[in-house]
């Protein structure tokens, strides 16, 4: 099957993906997975950066599951993280609330030699502080959706 011959990934781009939950980086919760990954929490109350994508994905609108579902794509097929990439405006802090805002940014259907037929789905988050609103990190996301039902 040529990609020229594929049918077009469902138009997603823009669907909204702000949260109504609130995330709050607790000192313990903090503690717990410093120390899990062999380092100490930091003196100065900021929490480990890791805490980026931890808060986005819990606080986002929608579950995995439904990402997949906006995508028409069967969460059992085993989405793939593709690569992830932050940009910080200031350190997550420990005690501090976030919410999240955030949008899908394209879905691309593609022709893979190992996955045959696969969607490329890209998001954007932002954390944004409860107490000001202020957006302290931002991430984009990239999902590879593999579509073994549209296999030539």
Not at 72 to 93: C, I, K, N, Y
Not at 105 to 117: A, D, I, M, P, T
């Amino acid at each position: 099957m040529q990609e020229t011959e594929l049918l077009p990934a469902p138009d997603v781009a823009g669907t909204s993906l702000d949260g109504t939950k609130i995330f709050t980086i607790t000192a313990e919760e903090n503690a717990a997975l410093c120390r899990s990954t062999g380092v100490e929490p930091a003196d100065d109350g900021s929490a480990h950066p890791i805490y980026y994508y931890i808060a986005t994905q819990v606080a986002m609108g929608k579950t995995v599951a439904g990402v997949c579902e906006t995508c028409e794509f069967d969460v059992e097929e085993g989405p793939m993280m593709g690569s992830s990439g932050v940009r910080f405006q200031a350190p997550l802090m420990v005690g501090e609330s976030y919410r999240v805002t955030g949008e899908i940014l394209s879905l691309v259907r593609k022709l893979s030699r190992k996955l045959g037929v696969m969607d490329v789905l890209t998001y954007r988050l932002r954390l944004h502080r409860q107490a000001d609103g202020t957006c302290v990190v931002e991430t984009d996301n990239v999902w590879v959706l593999p579509r073994k039902e549209l296999a030539a």
